[in-house]
Nanobody
Framework: QEQLVESGGGLVQAGGSLRLSCAAS????????MSWYRQAPGKQRDLVAV???????SYEDSVKGRFTISRDSVNNNVYLQMNSLKPEDTAVYYC?????????????WGQGTQVTVSS
């Protein structure tokens, strides 16, 4: 079972910044589309940002222009740089890996990291 390990969450005031990190094995990192999801209390888990192996990215509308997802092939990490944070960004953030190639099948999740934005 692959382990994705997130870090970087915490408490920050509105308008502040945080950077989340997700560490994966080299094997999984190399062949996976990596994503960040978030889940607020009492709500479903929603997709925030995606980065493909070639570096293409996409974002949920409410974070466009504020969040940046990136991948580091040297350290096998995925990052989520979060700027101009708002109280509504408060949630547990999860890293996710799915295969980018059709012959493979898996869906790996990290344990989650709490982000709390105070007003």
């Amino acid at each position: 079972q692959e382990q994705l390990v997130e870090s970087g969450g915490g408490l920050v005031q509105a308008g502040g910044s945080l950077r989340l990190s997700c560490a994966a094995s080299k094997t999984i990192f190399t062949i996976s589309t990596m994503s960040w999801y978030r889940q607020a209390p009492g709500k479903q888990r929603d997709l925030v940002a995606v980065v493909a192996t070639a570096g293409g990215t996409s974002y949920e509308d409410s974070v466009k222009g504020r969040f940046t997802i990136s991948r580091d092939s040297v350290n096998n990490n995925v990052y989520l740089q979060m700027n101009s944070l708002k109280p509504e960004d408060t949630a547990v953030y999860y890293c996710n890996a799915v295969p980018e190639f059709p012959l493979m099948k898996y869906n790996y999740w990290g344990q989650g990291t709490q982000v709390t934005v105070s007003s």
